[in-house]
């Protein structure tokens, strides 16, 4: 990715998330200009693996777990080797250790992560 504008408002969240602030990280990626750079696909699809970890730590697992399927179905390659998607699906299945859904599942499955 060019470094611009875009570069750090995708990287703040990111901060705040590694601070222990996942609702401040989300507050802050509601503000990123969408109109000051492209960004590339995996600058974007690492920002949103935060915006899921986010999601899930402010108890919204659900939400979190659709953010992972729509980085799946349009970034299948990228996100079955990245190490931080495999963290946050392991995290995922541990907010239901007994009901995981099937969408946690089938995202486990994909990741090759044992529930």
Same mark, same amino acid.
Do not use: C
């Given at each position: 990715?060019? %470094?611009?504008?875009?570069?750090?408002? =995708?990287? *703040?969240?990111?901060?705040?998330? =590694?601070? +222990?602030?996942?609702?401040?990280?989300?507050? =802050? !990626?509601?503000? @990123?200009?969408?109109? *000051? +750079? !492209?960004?590339?696909?995996?600058?974007?699809?690492?920002?949103?693996?935060?915006?899921?970890?986010?999601? $899930? #730590?402010? +108890?919204?697992?659900?939400? !979190? /777990?659709?953010?992972? #399927?729509? @980085?799946? /179905?349009?970034? &299948?390659?990228?996100?079955?080797? #990245?190490?931080? +998607?495999?963290? @946050?699906?392991?995290?995922? =299945?541990? /907010?239901? &250790?007994?009901? &995981?859904? #099937?969408? $946690?599942?089938?995202? !486990?499955? %994909? $990741?090759? @992560?044992? &529930?």
């Amino acid at each position: 990715m060019a %470094f611009g504008p875009l570069t750090p408002a =995708l990287l *703040v969240p990111e901060v705040e998330l =590694l601070n +222990g602030r996942p609702d401040r990280a989300l507050e =802050l !990626a509601r503000d @990123i200009p969408r109109d *000051v +750079g !492209a960004g590339n696909t995996s600058g974007w699809d690492r920002h949103r693996l935060d915006l899921a970890r986010a999601k $899930m #730590q402010t +108890g919204d697992p659900e939400k !979190a /777990t659709e953010i992972m #399927q729509t @980085i799946r /179905t349009e970034h &299948p390659s990228w996100l079955r080797y #990245q190490q931080y +998607g495999r963290d @946050i699906t392991r995290e995922l =299945l541990e /907010t239901r &250790p007994r009901m &995981p859904s #099937q969408a $946690m599942l089938d995202l !486990a499955d %994909f $990741m090759d @992560i044992e &529930p």
